[in-house]
């Protein structure tokens, strides 16, 4: 019989039984089912086991638990790197394609209840360029969101270009038929500082903002050109 959480729920974070997402615990249930005993090359391809799970009907895979460390090779030194993620577990939606041509990413927050995400328009740190993005679930701010993200080793403010408010029905929308190869949001001058990071009432307002379906083709063609970008 599949194992089964407090709350009744099952699964055990495998691919015939993912995890369903409702709670911090079942994050933490999911990040958990993930093989911590890989090489950094393992790690790079992806050939290792995974913490499987759903989110709000979304597949989603978590690499390492928050507070964790992911195992990889540098890409252009070659050498093997390990990954601190101290502000949130961290995976990938599959079935998806960003801009580095791999699934796009996912941060996944402690409020996984929360019904909107925040999206990381990410850039190169040396030319100010956009890489990828990063969708950042379960975060109840952008405030908080922010803080996630820097928290991770390799990231940092200017690594930070436009965030992007969305409810999860556009992010389902935007995943399964928006651009997810190109930045929501022209770049921007300077690095985000954590003091700049939006206000509660801000991310209402860019939450609350589309004047269309949400979902329609006109909601994702508003976010492709920044209108609800913060």
Do not use: C
Request: charged residues 25%.
């Amino acid at each position: 019989h599949p194992q089964q959480t407090l709350d009744g729920r099952n699964g055990k974070g495998t691919r015939a039984e993912p995890i369903d997402i409702k709670s911090a615990r079942d994050v933490e249930r999911a990040a958990a089912a993930g093989a911590t005993d890989y090489t950094p090359a393992q790690g790079e391809a992806n050939n290792r086991q995974l913490g499987h799970a759903k989110w709000n009907g979304l597949p989603v895979s978590l690499e390492v638990a928050k507070g964790g460390k992911r195992k990889m090779v540098n890409p252009e030194t070659k050498e093997p790197v390990e990954v601190t993620h101290e502000g949130a577990a961290y995976g990938y939606f599959p079935g998806t394609m960003g801009a580095d041509k791999m699934h796009v990413d996912v941060y996944m927050g402690e409020h996984p209840e929360s019904p909107h995400v925040f999206v990381i328009d990410e850039k190169d740190r040396s030319s100010g360029e956009f890489r990828q993005h990063k969708v950042m679930a379960g975060f109840l701010t952008e405030r908080d969101a922010f803080a996630a993200y820097v928290g991770t080793s390799t990231k940092g403010p200017e690594t930070v270009g436009a965030i992007t408010a969305m409810s999860v029905p556009e992010l389902k929308a935007w995943l399964s038929d928006g651009d997810t190869t190109k930045a929501l949001k022209p770049a921007s001058l300077g690095p985000v500082k954590t003091g700049e990071a939006g206000s509660s009432a801000s991310t209402e307002a860019a939450v609350a903002s589309p004047a269309v379906p949400k979902g329609s083709p006109d909601a994702i063609e508003q976010l492709s050109q920044g209108v609800q970008t913060l």
